[in-house]
């Protein structure tokens, strides 16, 4: 996967006695789950295979010259740094147990109680999409935005 250097990393998300919310996806999505999830007595965890949020719509100022790059890219830490516990590992998403509720990375697996998918790129492969149609007919306990 070109990837390799993730591996030194791991998940290491304490336990908590909260139900543990994972959001796939670090943009727009995922971060406006996040901020509707901050007041509530959850752990959530933000997975994303960049550690930085874009806003694209702007992306063509900076391939013109008219903005710095840092000007639309912005650290997702930064943006979850003061809600309490909240969490982001930067990491690739291998694949969704949904018979185990676990979701497992190429830094290490993890239990969740809630799964929040807001990744584009994998609902738009064929996995993605029998994933989607699995979760549709399993339960409410999944929710794509």
């Not at 929040?116 to 149609?133: F, H, K, M, S």
Request: with cysteine; glycine share 6%; aromatic share 14%.
């Amino acid at each position: 996967m070109g990837l390799f250097w993730f591996k030194a990393m791991a998940l290491e998300i304490p336990e908590t006695s909260f139900p543990r919310v994972i959001v796939i996806g670090g943009g727009f999505g995922g971060i406006q789950v996040a901020k509707k999830l901050r007041n509530k007595e959850v752990q959530v965890l933000v997975l994303d295979q960049h550690n930085y949020h874009t806003f694209q719509p702007l992306l063509y100022q900076v391939a013109t010259g008219g903005l710095e790059p840092d000007s639309i890219a912005y650290p997702i830490r930064k943006i979850l740094k003061d809600f309490p516990n909240f969490y982001f590992r930067m990491a690739v998403v291998e694949e969704i147990d949904t018979d185990k509720n676990k979701v497992k990375t190429n830094i290490g697996n993890l239990k969740f109680d809630y799964l929040v998918i807001c990744y584009q790129r994998y609902i738009d492969t064929l996995a993605g999409r029998n994933l989607l149609l699995k979760l549709l007919v399993a339960d409410n306990s999944y929710l794509y935005l």
